[in-house]
């Protein structure tokens, strides 16, 4: 334990327990809003334990209890996790040789233990605060989700207590840094305004994955326009 607060620091230390903090207060939303859904209490607790991703049992609470195909969920679920894979490449150094640190690194591997590991600039350093942020959320997450999950079976309408803000505000935070680039404003943009016009027409869970379409279509306009430029001179 010392060892670990010498490599990290007060600082860094404090800031690993903030980001706890706050992620504490969304697993409590998450477990009470999945039962207060109609999931049974065991539902949230296990995808909180299997899949230990806020945005992706957000979105696949959300999208079963409006109604939408599990399969679709799943597949929306997935998708929003894919940013894993290029997480993969960038930390990978972090997890160790064994098979079992590989496993249990990936396992933990979620956008603030990415976050805390790249913003270091020693790699003893990088492998310390991965490692003692995630273990840190893992245990911090499932906690709060229990705690939420029996709240859940006393509140029958999270929105009096604002609980159902944390899925929008969860996505919002994932999706903002990379709406500094023009290419992927653009087709976030042209996957809302489809998801958002097919909506009224297709069962809830579809719009979500029909929003994918936004990033081949704005990759077809701006390849025409690079054909043009390359053809004006």
Request: with cysteine; glycine share 10%; aromatic share 8%.
């Amino acid at each position: 334990m010392r060892s670990i607060q010498r490599t990290l620091g007060r600082e860094l230390m404090r800031d690993i327990a903030l980001v706890c903090l706050a992620d504490g207060i969304v697993g409590i939303s998450y477990g009470a809003i999945a039962v207060s859904s109609g999931f049974e209490l065991w539902v949230p607790m296990l995808l909180s334990v299997v899949v230990f991703a806020g945005a992706s049992q957000f979105l696949f609470i959300g999208l079963v209890a409006s109604g939408g195909n599990p399969i679709a969920a799943v597949v929306a679920a997935l998708l929003v996790n894919a940013r894993h894979v290029p997480f993969g490449f960038a930390v990978g150094d972090v997890f160790g040789k064994s098979w079992v640190r590989r496993l249990a690194g990936s396992h933990l591997m979620i956008d603030e233990t990415v976050a805390f590991a790249l913003a270091q600039d020693d790699r003893h350093r990088r492998r310390a605060a991965y490692w003692a942020c995630g273990i840190s959320l893992f245990v911090v997450w499932n906690v709060s989700v229990v705690i939420g999950a029996f709240a859940g079976t006393a509140i029958t309408d999270t929105g009096v207590f604002g609980l159902d803000a944390a899925f929008p505000a969860v996505l919002l935070a994932l999706v903002l840094p990379s709406l500094k680039d023009r290419g992927v404003r653009a087709a976030a943009l042209t996957g809302a305004v489809l998801a958002v016009a097919a909506a009224p027409f297709l069962p809830a869970g579809l719009p979500v994955l029909l929003a994918l379409l936004g990033v081949p279509l704005v990759l077809l306009v701006r390849s025409g326009q690079d054909n043009d430029k390359k053809v004006a001179a």
